[in-house]
């Protein structure tokens, strides 16, 4: 079973998401909290975990290891439901796997984030245990906007963590509702998805004459507002 994640930050949206059964846990990141207007980083976290106790990835912001532990040590204390959510590089390319290997030794749920490839996910199963909660979240949907078919770096990512019962493979940068059965097929653990899609992957159990009939009522009703004639 994929579960599905809401990756938001706006908190009124994340109180209204929090009550849908179909939305197991939530994903964030420093983009998506400047997007919500955060100022006061972690006042605004602390916010959001008091709407939600469902898992929640907090990211760090810190671009070198010394940083990033220090920040995923705070974090983790903020909720028993928060995922501290680290890059798998900083912005030098450098990797991040001492903040992981510490991190995970210290039994702190983590999420590893912007993985793009198999390589990627191997030098995390090198680095963690075999007990603590580790999540490796590989962005499908910016692999597919350069032209790479991101199903191959899936199924190689599954199967090197199949001897890992604490790892989840997370399916990231959803595009599109369909990207869910895509997920589904695969047997991804999770996929996040914006809330816009989320909508979308409700509406699945529609047949096709009910869209036929959705679609042509909304170019109609456009046009009747904009008073269009011929």
């Known amino acids: 079973m994929t579960k599905i994640f809401c990756d938001i930050a706006d908190k009124k949206i994340i109180k209204k ?13 420093p983009s998506l909290m400047r997007k919500a207007g ?9 916010q959001i975990l008091k709407i939600t106790k469902k898992p ?17 040590e705070q974090i983790s204390k903020w909720g028993k439901n928060v995922y501290v959510k680290i ?19 210290k039994n702190i ?14 030098k995390i199963l090198k680095v963690i245990n075999k007990k603590t909660k580790v999540i490796i979240s590989i962005f499908a949907g910016r692999m597919a ?10 199924n190689k990512s599954l199967k090197l963590s199949k001897k890992f019962k604490n790892v989840e493979i997370l399916w990231a940068s959803t595009r599109e509702a369909y990207n869910y059965l895509q997920a589904k097929d695969l047997k991804c653990h ?9 909508e979308k992957i409700e509406k699945f159990k529609k047949k096709y004459n009910d869209l036929t009939l959705l679609t042509v009522k909304g170019f109609l009703e456009d046009a009747r507002k904009s008073k269009f004639s011929i």
């Open 17 to 29: 998401f929090n009550k849908k059964k179909i939305v197991k846990g939530f994903t964030t990141n």
């Open 38 to 46: 955060a100022k006061d980083y972690k006042l605004y976290c602390k």
């Open 56 to 72: 929640i990835s907090i990211e760090v912001f810190s671009d070198n290891n010394e940083g990033m532990i220090l920040q995923g």
């Open 87 to 105: 890059p798998i590089c900083n912005s030098k390319g450098d990797y991040m796997l001492r903040t992981i290997r510490y991190l995970n030794s």
């Open 109 to 122: 749920k983590i999420n590893i984030t912007a993985v793009y490839n198999s390589s990627q996910t191997k």
């Open 145 to 154: 906007d350069i032209g790479k078919d991101p199903i191959p770096e899936f």
């Open 190 to 198: 999770i996929i996040t998805a914006p809330p816009s899609i989320i």
